[in-house]
């Protein structure tokens, strides 16, 4: 029945049925794009379409309605939010650089921290504010046992967001999430990669006109080759009597309008 038509021009559908249009066969044509090849499947879902009663259709009318006001609302609201943050133009197209971010959650992170980082020391200070480290689970004397790190609620659930959309990513946050969702769990997941996200996310507000740049899908089978041969060739210097000191030569500063993103 209608049920079964969610997300497959389900509105055009109902706005047929309320006019009074019976006919699963014409209901099912109303399909569009990559729907049209599921005609088959909606005209069988739209069966007994012609005992959906007027009361029924009216009664589906005032909730459509309903929806109308309140998507009516939701643009109005939405004006009104752009103007507030047209101001931080340049730190919302920073935050929404990063996978898995789009528009609202870019406006939803700066309404909650602010756009000077400078109020945390670091980006593990921000993760912490935010709840997205890990528990202090202490050992010795404690008043029962939370289940998750307190923080900002509503930053908390839009990291949640984000860290699934950018799990469905080439992304280095991408190849992340699928790694640690693989042996750890989805929601632990979604936690350590809220935590990476908010560190770049302090990076990129600590520094006027950065953009993150990805690290590629590749980053961890790369850094896992690079420890094999650094191990492989350390190991024959020793064999030769030599000892080895390493040091990571520092990366340049950051300039101009790109950077790169270390978290």
């Given at each position: ?230 191990s492989h060739h350390v190991g024959k210097l020793g064999a030769l009597g030599f000892e080895v ?19």
């Amino acid at each position: 029945m209608i049920t079964d038509l969610h997300g497959v021009t389900g509105r055009d559908i109902m706005d047929h049925l309320t006019a009074g249009e019976r006919d699963p066969r014409v209901l099912a044509q109303l399909a569009r794009g990559r729907a049209r090849s599921k005609i088959a499947a909606l005209d069988a879902a739209l069966e007994g379409a012609e005992f959906f009663t007027a009361e029924l259709a009216a009664l589906l009318a005032r909730m459509l309605a309903r929806i109308d006001r309140v998507n009516q609302e939701i643009a109005r609201l939405s004006e009104v939010i752009e103007q507030l943050l047209a101001p931080y133009e340049e730190q919302l197209q920073q935050a929404e650089s990063q996978p898995g971010w789009g528009r609202r959650a870019a406006q939803d992170a700066v309404a909650e921290t602010g756009i000077d980082m400078t109020r945390f020391a670091t980006g593990g200070h921000l993760a912490s504010w935010a709840g997205r480290t890990p528990l202090d689970n202490q050992s010795g004397t404690r008043n029962g046992r939370s289940k998750s790190k307190k923080g900002n609620r509503y930053l908390g659930g839009l990291l949640g967001e984000t860290a699934v959309a950018a799990g469905k990513t080439q992304t280095r946050e991408g190849a992340r999430y699928r790694r640690l969702a693989r042996r750890r769990g989805k929601a632990k997941a979604c936690v350590a990669v809220g935590n990476t996200q908010l560190k770049v996310y302090h990076k990129l507000l600590s520094n006027p006109g950065m953009r993150y740049q990805d690290l590629g899908p590749d980053y961890y089978e790369r850094r896992r080759e690079v420890s094999r041969q650094i191990s492989h060739h350390v190991g024959k210097l020793g064999a030769l009597g030599f000892e080895v000191t390493l040091c990571r030569i520092p990366e340049p500063e950051p300039g101009g309008t790109t950077g790169s993103q270390t978290a």
